[in-house]
C-alpha cells in the first residue's frame, strides 16, 4: 500500500513538474516575441530593456504585445514599464 501511495505521489509530483515548464516555455515564448517585435520596431533595444521585459508575467506581456502597437519611441515602451511598476 505505501508503494501505491509513493507512486501516486511520485505522479502528481511530475505533473506539478510538467505544468511548471509548460508555464515557464509559455512565458519565455511570448517575452522572446514581444522583444523581436520591439527590435523590428525600434532596431535593438537595450539589454536593461530585454531584462525587464524577460520578467514580465504572461498576462503583462500580452497586454504590452498589444500597447506596443500604438508606441512611437523607445520612450513609449519605457514610460509603459515604468507604469507598470508603479501598479
Given at each position: 500500500i505505501q508503494a501505491i501511495g509513493e507512486a501516486k505521489g511520485e505522479a502528481r509530483g511530475e505533473a506539478r513538474g510538467?505544468?511548471?515548464?509548460?508555464?515557464?516555455?509559455?512565458?519565455?515564448?511570448?517575452?522572446n516575441l514581444v522583444i523581436r517585435q520591439l527590435n523590428r520596431r525600434f532596431g535593438e533595444i537595450s539589454s536593461n530593456l530585454t531584462e525587464q521585459l524577460r520578467q514580465l508575467s504572461v498576462e503583462q506581456l500580452e497586454n504590452l504585445?498589444?500597447?506596443?502597437l500604438d508606441f512611437q519611441t523607445q520612450e513609449d515602451l519605457s514610460n509603459w514599464l515604468e507604469t507598470l511598476n508603479n501598479e
Open positions: 510538467m505544468q511548471k515548464g509548460e508555464a515557464i516555455g509559455i512565458q519565455k515564448g511570448e517575452a504585445a498589444e500597447a506596443l
